[in-house]
């Protein structure tokens, strides 16, 4: 275990199913993010968060939503998704103003059928 | 944007010999680089960085490499062992910004 855990390891879900994934981290860092991961694509960046607050949204779809109520705790909710969203989703933390990368958790394979 | 690439999408070694991967980023004022590994089922797992004021850095079996002139990075594992097959990510990063990651490339070590 790295230190960042997210749940649920697997979804599958629905075109018009709403669901959300969870991502919380004990190691006392103060930044998080979600990560896309698909097939033969570099890692994307989706949402940044620093002290519970959004600094960085990378122009992505509505249908994602993040939410950091802690320094702890990260998550995406999902609607109506489309099958192309289907990937690797991964949360990551860090000391924001450390110059030593993140951590990363093991990641939500998500299936949108 | 200017973003971090990979020259090959997968190598193969003999279990023993030395692997290098390669990076290429094209962001001159990047001033902090990284090198994951990835294993299947798993997220991205730290193995060494790099500061830009530095050109080499080691560690336990691994050796990170920063050649500023050409905008090249690389990542050495020495004695190459079957655990060691994954994925190898780099990624950079200017100052506090987030880190952008390369494609990634497939180790694949033959027993």
């Known amino acids: 275990e790295t230190g960042v855990t997210q749940t649920p390891r697997h979804l599958v879900m629905g075109m018009t199913n709403k669901k959300s994934l969870k991502c919380e981290q004990h190691?006392?860092?103060?930044?998080m993010y979600w990560y896309k991961q698909s097939a033969k694509k570099p890692l994307e960046l989706m949402f940044v968060?620093?002290?519970?607050?959004?600094?960085e949204n990378n122009s992505v779809p509505s249908r994602f939503s993040p939410e950091c109520p802690n320094s702890s705790h990260l998550f995406l909710h999902l609607h109506t998704l489309q099958p192309e969203d289907s990937a690797l989703y991964l949360c990551a933390s860090s000391h924001q103003r450390s110059l030593v990368g993140y951590t990363f958790g093991s990641g939500t394979r998500l299936t949108v059928v | 944007g200017e973003s971090v690439g990979l020259h090959l999408p997968t190598l193969s070694v003999q279990e023993g010999d030395n692997s290098i991967i390669n990076c290429a980023y094209s962001?001159?004022?990047?001033?902090?680089f990284i090198w994951y590994k990835q294993e299947s089922g798993k997220g991205p797992q730290f193995i060494i960085d790099?500061?830009?004021?530095?050109d080499k850095r080691q560690g336990q079996r691994v050796t990170v490499l920063l050649n500023k002139t050409v905008k090249h990075l690389s990542l050495q594992i020495a004695a190459t062992q079957p655990g060691d097959s994954a994925v190898y990510f780099c990624?950079?990063?200017?100052?506090?910004?987030?880190?952008?990651f390369g494609k990634g490339t497939r180790l694949s070590v033959i027993a």
């Open positions: 790099i500061r830009s004021n530095m």
């Open positions: 962001n001159s004022a990047s001033d902090y």
């Open positions: 990624a950079e990063s200017e100052g506090n910004t987030p880190l952008v």
């Open positions: 190691l006392g860092h103060n930044a």
């Open positions: 968060y620093s002290l519970e607050e959004r600094v």
